[in-house]
């Protein structure tokens, strides 16, 4: 939904039932989704009213990326390479 028709990814990423489902980190079921341009779809998220649970940050490897939540309680990893 947020990433570009040009270059849509996407992975589903599980980790241990032990995981605290309220930390974008260690979310027990976590969608990653790159897009083209982050902030462009940040602004997007924002605007739709989706949880933003992590902000826009860039990280130190080279990646631009935040966090929403769906109501079902998903989370989403919204991303882009530098």
């Known amino acids: 939904m947020l990433a570009s028709l ?3 990814t996407a992975q589903m990423t599980i ?5 605290d ?11 990653a989704v790159e ?3 982050v902030d ?3 602004t997007a998220a924002e605007r ?3 949880q933003v ?3 826009l ?3 130190p490897w080279g990646i631009r990326r935040f966090f929403v939540q769906a109501p079902d309680g998903s989370v989403t990893n919204v991303h882009s390479h530098v």
């Open 21 to 31: 489902s309220s930390d974008p980190h260690t979310s027990q079921s976590t969608m």
């Open 40 to 42: 462009a779809a940040y």
């Open 57 to 59: 940050t860039t990280e």
């Open 35 to 37: 897009v083209e341009d």
């Open 53 to 55: 649970v992590y902000p």
């Open 48 to 50: 739709r009213g989706y």
């Open 6 to 8: 040009e270059n849509p």
């Open 15 to 19: 980790v241990s039932p032990a995981a």
